[in-house]
Antibody
Framework: EVRVVQSGAEVKKPGNSLKISCKGS????????IGWVRQRPGKGLEWMGV????????TYSPSFQGLVTISVDASFNTAYLQLSSLKAADTAIYYC???????????????????WGQGTHVTVSS | QSALTQPASVSGSPGQAITISCTGT?????????FSWFQQHPGKAPKLLLY???NRPSGVSNRFSGSKSGNTASLTISGLQAEDEADYYC??????????FGIGTKVTVL
């Protein structure tokens, strides 16, 4: 069974840093990209970026470039989202999700988020 | 393009069919190959509903169907049920290999 499990809720003060984890199981971790999505309270989904666990190549949304860092430790089947210099506006639920898509003999084209983590609630408050 | 365009809300009575549209000029080069729909109940993570416009993952009811026309995709929910009350998001890979979501549509079952 494919599962994507995230680390637990966090409460941080402004200016602090935070690293959220996302562990995949039930599939070959390096065969599927992982993406990160933010959802502020009462708002919609915002795509933050993706990482290829096979080579750690990342692509960021222009809205989040330079503000967050996505990384991976394939030996632990885990991806990470690091947020620095936290502000109240970073208060949100952060989701990771596996990307499935079209698989070819030469690789695959990641297309859609098929398995989602349960979300990590992050509260930034003084 | 910052987000795909969806109606803010759609409502219907039990048993009726409703349709949610999603429009965007940067969808996936225009062929919708990497276009999907998600359902999100309050307090829950999003769930993949449809991918590649009209393909359902295992376990998703066949009351959910998708279509496309021009630069607009649509999600139709047939035989509306109380459990369908949720937020629905469209999502797509874009022409510059990033990803984008719709603004979300709140479905209310009257």
């Amino acid at each position: 069974e494919v599962r994507v499990v995230q680390s637990g809720a966090e409460v941080k003060k402004p200016g602090n840093s935070l690293k959220i984890s996302c562990k995949g199981s039930g599939y070959t971790f390096t065969n599927y990209w992982i993406g990160w999505v933010r959802q502020r309270p009462g708002k919609g989904l915002e795509w933050m970026g993706v990482i290829n666990p096979a080579d750690s190549h990342t692509t960021y949304s222009p809205s989040f470039q330079g503000l967050v860092t996505i990384s991976v430790d394939a030996s632990f089947n885990t991806a990470y989202l690091q947020l620095s210099s936290l502000k109240a506006a970073d208060t949100a639920i952060y989701y990771c999700a596996r990307l499935d898509g079209f698989h070819y003999a030469s690789g695959y084209q990641p297309c859609y988020f098929d398995y989602w983590g349960q979300g990590t609630h992050v509260t930034v408050s003084s | 393009q910052s987000a795909l365009t969806q109606p803010a809300s759609v409502s219907g009575s039990p048993g009726q069919a409703i349709t949610i549209s999603c429009t965007g000029t940067s969808i996936d080069g225009g062929d919708f190959k990497c276009f999907s729909w998600f359902q999100q109940h309050p307090g829950k993570a999003p769930k993949l509903l449809l991918y590649d416009v009209d393909n359902r993952p295992s376990g998703v009811s066949n009351r959910f169907s998708g279509s496309k026309s021009g630069n607009t995709a649509s999600l139709t929910i047939s035989g509306l049920q109380a459990e369908d009350e949720a937020d629905y998001y469209c999502g797509s890979k874009t022409t510059d290999n990033t990803y984008i979501f719709g603004i979300g549509t709140k479905v209310t079952v009257l």
